[in-house]
């Protein structure tokens, strides 16, 4: 079982839309959570990051912990064509990153 | 933009030739983190450096080793390229071990061949 796993997609809304990424993860250790946007052939650029259970809000993007069920949500209000990109879910564990495959999500106008 | 660069941005390689990468960190980051990216996959962690010290590797054979200068400015290289070396690195700073907000340069595109 991987640390984490994420549904890599596509993932295709319209302009408008309220998108939903997930991310869950298998060691309980983990206690740092973040989400990346990575555009094509461009380095991953942190979004947010969460320490505790809750929700954790951010202009039009929202990242939720559930530590009892060991799952991560983003969620991307009023999505643009410009929110087309890669999104990857990491947790952090000693001086690592543990990241998700990533999620592709295209907007589509 | 981060504050972090890596250089050069594409190479090409041969099997089994050497190749070195170099990331200038964030100013005020003491922390650098190597990580490779096959394409369609999360990045995965090769090793970090913190004041010049490998401070924690990944799952990546020896050849794969790194260096850290006293501005923090950081190298990796690898030996005895691989076809599956080919892959986008990327280096990511922050500021202590902790890395929970580190930001990631736009990587290094290396094709073996």
């Known amino acids: 079982q991987k640390e984490v796993e994420q549904d890599p997609g596509p993932l295709s809304v319209p302009e408008g839309a309220i998108v939903s990424l997930n991310c869950t993860y298998s060691?309980?250790?983990?206690?740092?959570f973040m989400w990346y946007r990575q555009y094509s052939r461009k380095g991953p650029e942190l979004l947010m990051y969460t320490y505790s259970s809750g929700n954790k809000e951010d202009g039009r993007f929202t990242a939720q912990v559930d530590k009892s069920s060991k799952y991560i949500s983003l969620f991307i209000r009023d999505s643009q064509p410009s929110d087309s990109a890669t999104y990857l879910c990491a947790t952090h564990y000693g001086q690592n990153f543990v990241f998700g495959p990533g999620t592709r999500l295209s907007v589509l106008p | 933009e981060t504050g972090v660069t890596q250089s050069p941005t594409h190479l090409i390689k041969t099997r089994g030739q050497q190749v070195t990468l170099r990331c200038s960190s964030q100013s005020g980051h003491n922390t650098v983190s190597w990580y490779q990216q096959a394409l369609g996959q999360g990045p995965q962690f090769i090793f970090q450096?913190?004041?010049?010290?490998?401070?924690g590797r990944g799952n990546f054979p020896p050849r794969f080793s790194g260096l850290q200068f006293p501005n923090y400015s950081s190298e990796l290289n690898v030996n005895a390229l691989e076809l599956d070396d080919s892959a986008l690195y990327l280096c990511?700073?922050?500021?202590?071990?902790?890395?929970?907000?580190?930001?990631f340069g736009q990587g290094t595109r290396l094709t073996v061949v």
């Open positions: 990511a700073s922050s500021a202590g071990q902790k890395n929970t907000e580190a930001f």
């Open positions: 450096y913190y004041r010049e010290e490998e401070n």
């Open positions: 060691n309980s250790a983990f206690q740092y």
